[in-house]
C-alpha cells in the first residue's frame, strides 16, 4: 500500500492554542483530504485540496498541499474542547483510492 | 438522505464463524470501500468498488469477501472469522475523486 506517515501521533494542548499538524508520503498525490474522527463515530471531512500549493480554510482550520505534491499540512487555530479527536490525512493513490495516514489524536486542556 | 448506512453497529463472533458486514449508500455514489482501523495503524483499505459489478483488493483484502450487485449496496462477507479480524470496519462510499463519506462503523470482536 502507499504509506503516509502523519506527525505527531498525539498533542495535548492548551484551550486557545494554535494547533499544526502534517502528513507526508513516498507517493505524490492528487487530492489530499484532511478528515476528523470523534470516539464511537466515522470519520468526517474537514478540508478537501486538489492543486499543489493550494491553502484552503474551513472557519478555524487551513490546510495546505504541498507543492511537491508529497504532503499536506493542517492548522488549527484558538483549539477549543470540541477539537478533541483523531484527525487524518488521506491521499488520492493508484486504482483512484484514498489512502489514510495513522492519525494525529488531540486533546484540548480547558 | 441517511448517507452511508452500517449493519449492525456491534457483532461478537467465534472463531470460524462466517458473517456479513452490511453497507448501504442512498447517494447514488459510484465508488465504495471498505476500511478496516485498528490502533496505531489508522484506515487501511480492505476492498473498493467503482461502480456495480466491479470490485477491486485493497491493502488487506485476505479473508473478506465483497460484491456490487447494486450501486447501493456493498456487503463484506468474512469467510472464517479469525481473532486477527477483531477490529472496527468501516464502509465509505464517494462520487468520482471527491471525499468519501463514512459510515459510522461495525465494532467486531472475534473470540
Known amino acids: 500500500g502507499q504509506q503516509l506517515n502523519q506527525s505527531p501521533q498525539s498533542m495535548f494542548i492548551q484551550e486557545g492554542e494554535d494547533v499544526s499538524m502534517n502528513c507526508t508520503s513516498s507517493?505524490?498525490?492528487?487530492?489530499w483530504l484532511w478528515y476528523k474522527q470523534e470516539p464511537g463515530e466515522g470519520p468526517v471531512l474537514l478540508i478537501a485540496?486538489?492543486?499543489?500549493?493550494e491553502l484552503t480554510s474551513n472557519g478555524r482550520l487551513t490546510a495546505q498541499f504541498g507543492i511537491t505534491r508529497k504532503d499536506s499540512f493542517l492548522n488549527i487555530s484558538a483549539s477549543i474542547p470540541s477539537d478533541v479527536g483523531i484527525y487524518f490525512c488521506?491521499?488520492?493513490?493508484?486504482?483512484?483510492?484514498?489512502?489514510f495516514g495513522t492519525g494525529t489524536s488531540l486533546t484540548v486542556i480547558p | 438522505n441517511a448517507g452511508v448506512t452500517q449493519t449492525p453497529k456491534f457483532q461478537v463472533l467465534k472463531t470460524g464463524q462466517s458473517m456479513t458486514l452490511q453497507c448501504a449508500q442512498d447517494?447514488?455514489?459510484?465508488?465504495m470501500s471498505w476500511y478496516r482501523q485498528d490502533p496505531g495503524m489508522g484506515l487501511r483499505l480492505i476492498h473498493y468498488?467503482?461502480?456495480?459489478?466491479?470490485?477491486d483488493q485493497g491493502e488487506v483484502p485476505n479473508g473478506y469477501n465483497v460484491s456490487r450487485s447494486t450501486t447501493e449496496d456493498f456487503p463484506l462477507r468474512l469467510l472464517s472469522a479469525a481473532p486477527s479480524q477483531t477490529s472496527v470496519y468501516f464502509c465509505?462510499?464517494?462520487?468520482?475523486?471527491?471525499?468519501?463519506?463514512f459510515g459510522s462503523g461495525t465494532r467486531l470482536t472475534v473470540v
Open positions: 465509505a462510499s464517494s462520487y468520482g475523486g471527491s471525499g468519501y463519506t
Open positions: 488521506a491521499g488520492l493513490g493508484t486504482g483512484n483510492q484514498f489512502y
Open positions: 468498488s467503482v461502480g456495480a459489478g466491479i470490485t
Open positions: 447517494m447514488n455514489h459510484e465508488y
Open positions: 485540496l486538489y492543486k499543489a500549493g
Open positions: 507517493s505524490i498525490f492528487n487530492t
